[in-house]
Each structure stands twice: as structure tokens, then as C-alpha cells.
């Protein structure tokens, strides 16, 4: 079966750096991808990765180590704007190209 | 980025009517969609997964006779719930594949009285 976990919520300090940790178990592991949703709206796009190692971007990076099942996203700067939901996908290969989401992890940015 | 549209963007009805929801993509074609429902404080759900011209492929527990899906074309697809419940209200997010990047539409907040 498919399974994918993350914290449900997290509370950082505006300014500081969070580690929102994703833990899977998938077959056919084709890419992990994390997004940014806020309520009431779509998820958008924050990073994808196939192979082992850390993407950076801007004020967020993400990591993957596919021996272990395990990424995570880092955001540094903590602004209050970065409060959202994020929430992390593994794309099962064979299968369409879907999308299996995990549960989200509820970030607070408190001033 | 690509664009994505769905209509409406919220609807509200009555228990037991059908309600249709579009998705389009608009600059680009969408040879898979697949569509997501995502109750409040949860993650997004897989529905179902279409290819153009083809019938859909329904995840399971989701009743395929209910949650109609309709994609005729590259750039639309059509999602109508039948005899809609309460319990169907819920947000609906169209999700259409270009190649390999996966694009989300802004979602239909569905509300059954």
C-alpha cells in the first residue's frame, strides 16, 4: 500500500528556520513533490525531487533520501505570510503519473 | 505557468440535484486529469484519474455512478456529482497533466443543503 506521513501542525517564530519532515512508503517511486496551500485555495507549487539530495530555492529547500523513504522542506526567514498548509506528494510511477498526498502539515508563523 | 480554470468557484444546492463542475486548461493540453476532494482540515484525496477520449479510472470506495467524469477534449473536463448529499459537500480540485509536470486547477467549494 501507499502511506505517507507528516507532522498534522507546526509553530515557528517569524524569522527563524522550520524542517517539515515527510516520511513515505510507496512502490514505483517516481519524485517527491511539496506544496503550499492556503485555506480555501489550490496548492501551489514549491519543489520536486527525483534523485538524493538537497534543491534549494530561495528561502526554501528540499531534501530527499530515497534509501529512506524521507525528505523534508526547509523555509528559512520565516515570514507570516509563509503560515499555510504543506503538504507532501509522492508520484507512483506506472499509474498515470498520479499524485499520492500525504496529510499536510498545519504550519502557525507567530511575530 | 500554466493556467487552469474551474467553474464555478463555489456553488451552493439543494440535496438531491446534480451539480457540474468544468476544469479547463487553457494553455496547454491535458491528455490526463485527475480530479482531488479535500474535506476541511484534510489532505487532498484522490478521485479519479481520466485520460482524453477514455473512461476514467475510479480510486477505491469512490462510487463511480455518483461522481461522473467526463473528458472529451485536451482542454476540458467535467466532474458532476449526482444526487448530491451533505456529505459531499467538500472542496473539488481539478488537476490536469501536462507531460510530467502536474498543475492544479482553484478548486470548487461545493456546499449540499
Known amino acids: 500500500g501507499q502511506n505517507i506521513d507528516q507532522p498534522t501542525e507546526m509553530t515557528a517564530t517569524e524569522g527563524a528556520i522550520v524542517q517539515i519532515n515527510c516520511t513515505y512508503q510507496?512502490?514505483?517511486?517516481?519524485?517527491l513533490f511539496w506544496y503550499q496551500q492556503h485555506a480555501g485555495e489550490a496548492p501551489t507549487f514549491l519543489s520536486y525531487n527525483v534523485l538524493d539530495g538537497l534543491e534549494e530555492k530561495g528561502r526554501f529547500s528540499s531534501f530527499l533520501s530515497r534509501s529512506k523513504g524521507y525528505s523534508y522542506l526547509l523555509l528559512k526567514e520565516l515570514q507570516m505570510k509563509d503560515s499555510a498548509s504543506y503538504l507532501c506528494?509522492?508520484?507512483?510511477?506506472?499509474?498515470?503519473?498520479?499524485?499520492?498526498f500525504g496529510q499536510g502539515t498545519e504550519l502557525s508563523v507567530k511575530p | 505557468g500554466a493556467v487552469v480554470s474551474q467553474h464555478p468557484s463555489w456553488v451552493i444546492c439543494k440535496s438531491g440535484t446534480s451539480v457540474k463542475i468544468e476544469c479547463r486548461s487553457l494553455d496547454f493540453q491535458a491528455t490526463t486529469m485527475f480530479w482531488y476532494r479535500q474535506f476541511p482540515k484534510q489532505s487532498l484525496m484522490l478521485m479519479a484519474t481520466?485520460?482524453?477520449?477514455?473512461?476514467?479510472?475510479?480510486e477505491q470506495g469512490v462510487e463511480k455512478d455518483k461522481f461522473l467524469i467526463n473528458h472529451a477534449s485536451l482542454t476540458l473536463s467535467t466532474l458532476t456529482v449526482t444526487s448530491a448529499h451533505p456529505e459531499d459537500s467538500s472542496f473539488y480540485i481539478c488537476?490536469?497533466?501536462?507531460?510530467?509536470?502536474?498543475?492544479f486547477g482553484p478548486g470548487t467549494r461545493l456546499t449540499v443543503l
Open positions: 488537476s490536469p497533466l501536462d507531460r510530467y509536470e502536474q498543475f
Open positions: 510507496t512502490s514505483g517511486f517516481n519524485g
Open positions: 506528494a509522492v508520484r507512483v510511477y506506472n499509474q498515470g503519473g498520479k499524485l499520492i
Open positions: 481520466s485520460n482524453e477520449g477514455s473512461k476514467a479510472t475510479y
